[in-house]
């Protein structure tokens, strides 16, 4: 704090705060331009988290983060309500553009540690719960591999039945 006393919010003023998610651009040299993306809402890293826990071919993982991410330079977002032929389009495009997407999005959302576990493990501890956190980590890695696709570098293509923002994707 900067010293400065700090008032008490209202239940209005603090759902404000869903208006002021925190946005980045990511580079796409390939395509020759950028794509905005902005952190989870905690609705989101709830999902994200159950998402985890499913079996690996289950997940659609990659393409569920760009779906909840992916925004206009104004913070609206570029799939309203995505459902599942905007996943299947999604889990099509290449590892090597959807890498530093999902990468930027876990950052800005505080579920990207440093690349030392026990950093991880303590941030996910503060934020969700070690019983959680154990969860998490034990499907981290494989979460972020779950895009690793054939030899083309395509996305696998999983069914998600109904994970999203409130569960009902």
Same mark, same amino acid.
């Given at each position: 704090?900067?010293?400065?006393? $700090?008032?008490?919010?209202?239940?209005?003023?603090? #759902?404000?705060?869903?208006?002021?998610?925190?946005?980045?651009?990511?580079?796409? /040299? *390939?395509? &020759? &331009?950028?794509?905005?993306?902005?952190?989870?809402?905690? &609705?989101?890293?709830?999902?994200?988290?159950?998402?985890?826990?499913? /079996?690996?071919?289950?997940?659609?993982? /990659?393409?569920?983060?760009?779906?909840?991410?992916?925004?206009?330079?104004?913070?609206? /977002?570029?799939?309203?309500?995505? %459902?599942? $032929?905007?996943?299947?389009?999604?889990?099509?495009?290449?590892?090597?553009?959807?890498?530093?997407?999902?990468?930027?999005?876990?950052?800005?959302?505080? #579920?990207?540690?440093? *690349?030392?576990?026990?950093?991880?493990?303590?941030?996910?501890?503060?934020?969700?719960?070690?019983?959680?956190?154990?969860?998490?980590? *034990? %499907?981290?890695?494989?979460?972020? $591999?779950? !895009?690793?696709?054939?030899?083309?570098?395509? #996305?696998?293509?999983?069914?998600? *039945?109904?994970?999203?923002?409130?569960? %009902? !994707?």
């Amino acid at each position: 704090m900067d010293g400065t006393p $700090s008032v008490t919010l209202t239940a209005a003023a603090l #759902l404000q705060g869903t208006t002021s998610l925190k946005r980045e651009p990511v580079e796409l /040299p *390939d395509l &020759g &331009g950028r794509v905005f993306v902005r952190e989870l809402t905690a &609705g989101e890293v709830e999902d994200y988290i159950a998402l985890l826990e499913r /079996p690996t071919g289950e997940r659609r993982t /990659p393409a569920r983060l760009l779906a909840w991410s992916l925004c206009d330079e104004d913070g609206a /977002p570029l799939f309203r309500r995505p %459902n599942e $032929s905007v996943l299947v389009e999604l889990a099509k495009l290449p590892k090597r553009l959807v890498e530093p997407i999902v990468e930027r999005v876990l950052s800005l959302s505080a #579920l990207r540690g440093g *690349d030392d576990p026990m950093s991880r493990a303590e941030e996910l501890f503060a934020r969700i719960g070690e019983a959680d956190a154990h969860r998490v980590l *034990d %499907n981290y890695e494989v979460a972020l $591999s779950a !895009g690793a696709g054939g030899d083309d570098g395509d #996305l696998p293509d999983h069914d998600l *039945d109904g994970v999203g923002p409130g569960g %009902n !994707g």
